[in-house]
């Protein structure tokens, strides 16, 4: 093709396309030299693991057939090497159908379990700080003393707060069951039952989760202008309708991205339900997180095991993040 019908064509010629690469390359090669160091650990920390993840989960690859050789040594201390006959290979979709058929695992005990955490930690997350902002957005005395206090949960390293509250909730020794029985009521066994010990890992998430939502929210609600107040309270509406047609609507976009941003972290909230329930009572409350966990490094480490969990709630949070862009976008919010 010449370059008179590449042009009347409309067709970039290479050489024109290159130097055009060049002289963008040229004008703004300090925006390429700041943002390469954070592509190369980005691509390192991200995108390497999760290609190689994704391959891992159409293997068997175990912990006992990872390596290309089985050595041992002789009587004479050298070293033996023989083909390993036993090498992992690749299974295709074997890992998916045993994991969705419950030949291995308890996928769809653990997808449960994660659904009702999820929801019930995002669900409490946002009503609980929205209560919380709309309060510290008044002016009172002390407001800024009780911000503070608020946020201290959020500095707390979630191992810890999770350590603190399993004790907490201990049959024998916690503070909550010491108050059940003053109060004349019967300890708790909170993690000899699934729903208690759920119950348990949810109020820890809470208390960790809330001054997240809390300062989402009220930088939101700060941003609403107060004029919308002021010509509602002028229209002799109540302090309800106020909230429920001015603060609601002014804190859609941001309440949209924080129940995102929330339920994805939920979602994959391993150290609650890690340290907190253990998976007790017989891991009826593990959720898919913690099940991927333990079949990489708990028992025989089945590892392609673990990428196929890690896969599916990569896929499952895909689908979600659509769905709810959708859902948004047929509401008019741009996201």
Same mark, same amino acid.
């Given at each position: 093709m010449s370059l008179s019908t590449a042009a009347g064509s409309g067709v970039t010629p290479g050489p024109a396309r290159r130097g055009r690469l060049r002289r963008t390359f040229d004008k703004h090669w300090y925006a390429w030299a700041m943002v390469a160091p954070t592509i190369f650990v980005l691509g390192a920390l991200v995108l390497y693991p999760l290609v190689r993840g994704i391959l891992q989960s159409f293997t068997n690859l175990t912990e006992t057939n990872q390596r290309a050789e089985v050595c041992s040594k002789t009587l004479?201390?050298?070293?033996? *090497?023989? @083909?390993?006959?036993?090498?992992?290979?690749?299974?295709?979709? !074997?890992?998916? $159908?045993?994991l969705l058929t419950g030949e291995r695992g308890h996928f769809w005990l653990l997808l449960e379990n994660t659904i009702?955490? $999820? /929801?019930? *930690?995002?669900?409490? !997350?946002?009503?609980?700080? &929205?209560?919380?902002? =709309?309060?510290?957005?008044?002016?009172?005395?002390?407001?800024?003393?009780?911000? =503070?206090? &608020?946020?201290?949960?959020? %500095?707390?390293?979630?191992?810890?707060?999770?350590?603190?509250?399993?004790? /907490?909730?201990?049959?024998?020794?916690? /503070?909550?069951?010491?108050?059940?029985? !003053?109060?004349?009521?019967?300890?708790?066994e909170w993690f000899n039952h699934r729903?208690?010990?759920?119950?348990?890992?949810?109020? $820890?998430?809470?208390?960790?989760? #809330? @001054?997240?939502?809390?300062v989402a929210i009220l930088g939101g609600?700060?941003?609403?202008?107060?004029?919308?107040?002021?010509?509602?309270?002028?229209?002799? $509406?109540s302090p309800w309708q106020r909230f429920r047609? #001015?603060?609601? @609507?002014?804190?859609?976009?941001v309440s949209s991205t924080v129940i995102l941003l929330g339920t994805i972290w939920t979602f994959n909230m391993f150290p609650i339900i890690y340290f907190v329930t253990g998976g007790q009572p017989a891991g009826e409350t593990e959720i898919l997180v913690?099940?991927?966990?333990?079949?990489?490094?708990?028992? &025989?480490?089945?590892?392609?095991? %673990?990428?196929?969990?890690?896969? =599916?709630?990569?896929?499952?949070?895909?689908?979600?993040?659509?769905?709810?862009?959708?859902?948004?976008?047929?509401?008019?919010?741009?996201?």
């Open positions: 004479g201390g050298a070293e033996s *090497c023989t @083909p390993n006959p036993d090498r992992w290979h690749w299974v295709g979709l !074997h890992n998916y $159908t045993d009702v955490w $999820t /929801l019930a *930690c995002v669900l409490l !997350h946002y009503l609980i700080g &929205l209560g919380l902002a =709309v309060l510290l957005n008044r002016n009172f005395r002390g407001r800024s003393l009780y911000r =503070v206090l &608020l946020i201290v949960p959020w %500095a707390v390293p979630a191992f810890v707060s999770a350590f603190a509250w399993k004790f /907490l909730f201990n049959p024998k020794f916690g /503070l909550i069951n010491s108050v059940l029985v !003053h109060l004349g009521l019967d300890p708790v729903w208690t010990a759920m119950f348990a890992a949810v109020v $820890t998430n809470v208390w960790l989760g #809330v @001054p997240f939502m809390m609600l700060q941003s609403i202008p107060a004029e919308l107040y002021e010509a509602a309270e002028m229209d002799g $509406t047609h #001015v603060t609601v @609507p002014g804190l859609r976009p913690t099940g991927s966990y333990r079949a990489a490094f708990e028992g &025989l480490r089945n590892y392609s095991l %673990a990428a196929t969990y890690g896969v =599916v709630i990569l896929a499952l949070l895909v689908v979600y993040a659509a769905a709810y862009r959708r859902v948004l976008k047929s509401k008019g919010e741009v996201w």
